[in-house]
């Protein structure tokens, strides 16, 4: 399978007024054609960064330092503003948020909306736009479709709007989907109807998803491989099973031992001592060692550089 | 046991010791923030020279601001009267140093006036709402629909021409801003988790204004004075200006360029510098009310 | 001390909106025994957060009682609501809001200690507050710090010294690590579980995390539309959901095992607004089983064994 998406060494700070944030720091991310691909980490980590820097909508005070980000082989990090919005927003590349309520219009009905994104696409008659739209709907599995469409973003609910979303984003038929905790804000009833509705284009289409949570159970029901994001840089990308069964990052370990499940006890559970550090004068070397149990003297001079420990299973860790 | 609470006494007196040293207070802070703010810094500047000025006004210049001087009368600027001088022979300058102290009289007594009328009304309104509330609401709303120079020229025809008038005048209307503001900042205030934290722990209803919503009201009212403090300005000149305010002889920037307007192309210097001298100080207070609001608020993080 | 403890029975709570009466309580029945830690959960807008605020007496209960210690805390007035603040605690979800961002860590302890007259004096004060940081892990240079020099997890520690300082009897914990980190998670629930021990404490948790009530308590309740649709020992409720709500919502769950996939959906549709809830079982237009008596009748909370209790008709 060819690779959609590749990110090598990607280095971007921000200026703030309290000093440069290190945001991502040498990221290097592979998104193989058709797969879903999960990129987890928690508050801060630089992963709904990473996520922007695709689709060209970072704020004006970033600054890229290096790296490339190669979508098909061409270098969007070269892309004019123009070029994004006429080439790869949308067309290419689309993305979900986690508030669906501020990607929709609430002064347009779904219709209107629904038929405007599908007319970007391609010009055909009226009707037969109509019909476009209602199978996208019924694809994301909306129920009693006709009603909808005549309903506003407001008289949705939180689920259905996001559906909407991916039902809009289908009409212009990209390649790449970019899912930015797109079920955070929904009960989990609702983010199931919500994971199906993706299991389904993941079964019937050849749709690439990069999936950004900070839910580790989610990724797990969707994603063939994950990425695991700490403190702007990414510390292990592996196979969904590799990264539950056979985590190597000490970080993954720690993670991998804290969420809850089914079979969890107080006891089982770790803990991760510290907090998450702060990206303005991060920690020297591997920025993981604050608050590492197996680190060395070496962990706080030098950047560990990416491994690969076993097949598609690398590691940016010095003891490994 | 007591030894034991001895030792953890020490130890947090120890421990705070420590990290007092590290840090800086958070008035130092504040200052920290707003210093990065250049528009701020300049009108904090500008305003320390209004303040300067207004403290040694007579010792900055050798003339009286009310001796007139027949024979010098509607004199250019020059080496003895740097900014020339008015229809009575006075040197502008020195009527402008001086109009410096009247200027922020008035304006301080009807920020504090209106500050203090609208401020505590405005959070009557806010934490107790009710019948309050809607009394003081559209008490604001009435009072708003008054022209104010119309209303503060009515009151001078009642109660006559002069200073306490104006202030006065503009208090009961100015008010209304701050209780506005000040009633929405506590509506927002009440709803927060830890008001309902502290009612939680069992404070009592003056303990939660007191303790919780004065405090996190105050940088909203701080920073309306400072945006409110040109307003009056502005307005009490103005009054001046139409000759209901502040009277002659007295030194007023709003008078001299009423009194300037007559000679307006004979001596353009009288009106021109007294319009300069507004536009200074009111320019000065609203970058520091500007800065003041960022610098206040350590939630907000601009980019 | 009797077994009844905190008992609350058919508590409701209405709220006035201009569509009609908003049910957020609509009946809650419960009891909850001294030294247990019992979980509620339910998804958003199932009335479980306005449920421990109207037991605390944050919120005015429409009609019901609420059995504390042999009183029903539902008639107290206000005087005696403030004695009952000494005894009843409260967590809330985001530390980040809780927290009044003008206090020192220092005053945030002190008021509690203060209002209830616990120490009398500023030495007394401060070793108590000394021996609270101690409990949560901090240190005594926390005491002079503002909520915005803390990180996330700091905070939350410091609202549950907050609510710990008055030595409450029970402490209702609404979402205490949601709004955290998963890396510190873990460090919450176990502060607080060590602290119960230390202090014999009770909780009372909600939350939407099945996964999190799973391993905090031992006694829970599934809430819907402001009804308890089945409550009991959290093992045997967890093992074999019976209310057909309870196993969509326990399926829902996202399970962090690569190797399972994800289920059948059981749970179709939208929770409905609870202003016009639906009328015989709240439950009947999702329900995969629901027949016609569900529509007409509603049914009541029976017991089903020892350890549980289900409101379902089809267990009846």
Redesign the interface.
């Known amino acids: 399978m060819a690779k959609i998406l590749e990110i090598r060494d990607l280095k971007l700070s921000f200026e703030t007024e309290e000093g440069t944030v290190e945001a991502l720091d040498g990221v290097y991310l592979d998104v193989e054609e058709g797969h879903f691909h999960g990129l987890i980490g928690e508050t801060g980590c630089g992963k709904s960064i990473t996520g922007l820097t695709v689709i060209g909508l970072l704020d004006n005070n970033a600054r890229i330092e290096r790296g490339e980000v190669l979508f098909r082989g061409k270098d969007l990090l070269k892309f004019t503003e123009r070029q994004f919005q006429r080439e790869i927003r949308g067309k290419e590349v689309a993305m979900v948020f986690q508030d669906p309520a501020s990607s929709l219009d609430p002064v347009f009905s779904i219709k209107d909306q629904m038929l405007e994104a599908v007319r970007l696409n391609k010009k055909e008659e009226k009707q037969s736009n109509e019909r476009i739209v209602k199978e996208l709907l019924n694809k994301v599995k909306l129920p009693d479709v006709e009603s909808l469409l005549e309903k506003y973003p407001h008289q949705l609910s939180g689920g259905m709007k996001q559906r909407v979303m991916i039902a809009m984003m289908l009409g212009r038929n990209p390649s790449m989907l970019i899912a930015d905790e797109p079920t955070t804000a929904l009960d989990v009833s609702i983010q199931a109807q919500f994971l199906r509705v993706l299991m389904d284009l993941k079964n019937t289409t050849n749709l690439t998803v990069l999936y950004i949570t900070h839910n580790l159970a989610v990724l797990t029901e969707i994603c063939d491989e994950v990425s695991v994001m700490y403190a702007g840089r990414i510390v292990e990308t592996a196979s969904i099973g590799d990264v539950f069964n056979n985590p190597s990052h000490p970080y993954t370990r720690k993670l991998v031992n804290s969420i809850l499940r089914a079979d969890s006890t107080l006891d089982s559970l770790e803990e991760i001592p510290g907090s998450v550090p702060r990206l303005i004068n991060p920690p020297p070397g591997c920025r993981f060692h604050p608050r590492c149990e197996e680190a060395v003297d070496e962990c706080s001079r030098v950047i560990p550089p990416v491994k690969e420990i076993g097949t598609n299973h690398l590691v940016a860790c010095l003891r490994r | 046991m007591s030894d034991r609470d001895q030792a953890l006494l020490d130890e947090a007196v120890k421990d705070i010791a420590r990290l007092k040293k590290q840090r800086s207070s958070q008035l130092y802070l504040v200052w920290l923030r707003f210093k990065k703010n250049r528009l701020a810094l300049v009108g904090f500047i500008m305003v320390c020279i209004v303040l300067f000025v207004a403290a040694f006004a007579p010792l900055l210049t050798p003339y009286d601001p009310y001796e007139t001087d027949p024979f010098n009368r509607l004199k250019a600027p020059s080496r003895d009267h740097w900014l020339g001088t008015d229809e009575l022979g006075r040197d502008v300058l020195t009527r402008l140093l001086y109009g410096t102290r009247i200027a922020l009289l008035i304006g301080v007594l009807i920020v504090l006036f209106e500050g203090t009328i609208g401020i505590s009304l405005g959070i009557f309104s806010g934490f107790f709402g009710g019948v309050i509330d809607s009394i003081v609401m559209r008490l604001v709303d009435v009072l708003r629909s008054f022209p104010v120079i119309i209303l503060a020229m009515a009151i001078a025809g009642i109660m006559g021409q002069g200073i306490m008038n104006v202030i006065i005048a503009m208090g009961i209307v100015g008010w209304t801003t701050y209780a506005r503001m000040v009633r929405s900042k506590i509506l927002s205030i009440k709803e927060s988790d830890y008001v309902e934290a502290a009612r939680s722990i069992g404070e009592s209803k003056a303990s939660i204004i007191l303790r919780y919503i004065l405090p996190n009201t105050l940088p909203t009212a701080i920073v309306m004075v400072c945006i409110m403090m040109p307003t009056a300005l502005i307005a009490s000149s103005t009054l001046s200006f139409l000759g209901v305010g502040v009277q002659p002889p007295t030194a007023d920037w709003g008078s001299m360029i009423s009194a300037g307007r007559d000679y307006l192309l004979d001596a353009p210097w009288i009106s021109t510098s007294a319009g300069l001298a507004i536009m200074f100080t009111v320019l000065g207070f609203n970058f520091i009310g500007d800065g003041l609001r960022d610098a206040l608020d350590p939630t907000i993080k601009r980019a | 001390m009797s077994k009844e403890w905190l008992q609350v029975k058919d508590l409701r709570k209405h709220f006035e909106t201009p569509k009609g009466d908003l049910r957020a309580v609509a009946g809650v029945s419960l009891k909850v025994e001294k030294g247990d830690s019992f979980g509620l959960v339910g ?2 807008g199932c009335g479980k957060s306005t449920l421990i ?1 109207t037991v ?1 007496r ?1 919120l005015e209960p429409t009609s019901g009682e609420i059995l504390f210690d042999g009183k029903d805390i539902a008639k107290l007035g206000k005087t005696h609501i ?1 004695r009952l ?2 005894k ?3 967590v ?1 979800q ?1 530390p980040h ?7 020192t860590v220092y ?1 945030t302890l002190a ?2 200690l203060l ?2 007259g616990i120490t009398k004096n500023k ?1 007394d004060t ?2 108590e507050i ?2 609270l940081l ?1 409990l949560m892990g901090l ?3 926390h ?4 909520p ?1 020099e803390l ?4 905070k939350q520690r410091i ?1 549950i010294a ?2 710990l ?2 030595n409450p009897e029970i402490v209702f914990l609404d979402e205490p690590t949601s709004a955290l ?7 919450i ?2 502060l607080l ?1 060590f602290a119960k021990q230390e202090k014999q404490l009770t909780y009372f948790y909600i939350s ?5 009530i ?3 308590s031992n006694k829970m309740g599934v809430m819907y539309l402001g009804k308890i649709v089945e409550i009991g020992d959290t093992g045997t409720v967890m093992a074999n959901p019976l209310h057909p709500y309870s196993v ?2 326990f ?9 399972k ?2 289920p059948e ?1 059981i ?5 409905p607004s609870p202003v016009n809830a639906p009328s015989g079982c709240v439950f009947h237009p999702r329900c995969p089983f629901a027949w016609e008596k569900c529509e007409r009748e509603e049914p009541k909370l029976l017991k089903q064994s020892d350890q549980r209790e289900v409101a379902c008709h089809k267990y009846s």
């Open positions: 998804e958003s605020r605390l944050l403030r603040r000494k009843m605690g409260l809330f985001s809001s809780s927290l009044n961002p003008r206090m005053d008021r509690p209002i209830h030495r401060t070793i000394v021996k101690k240190q005594a240079e005491m002079i710090r503002y915005h990180s996330g997890g700091q609202a907050r609510a300082a008055v980190d998963v890396s510190v998670q873990t460090k629930l176990k579980d939407h995390d099945i996964n999190l799973r391993v905090v969509g919502l399926e829902a769950v996202p399970d962090p095992d690569p190797d996939k994800l959906l749970l179709k549709g939208e929770v």
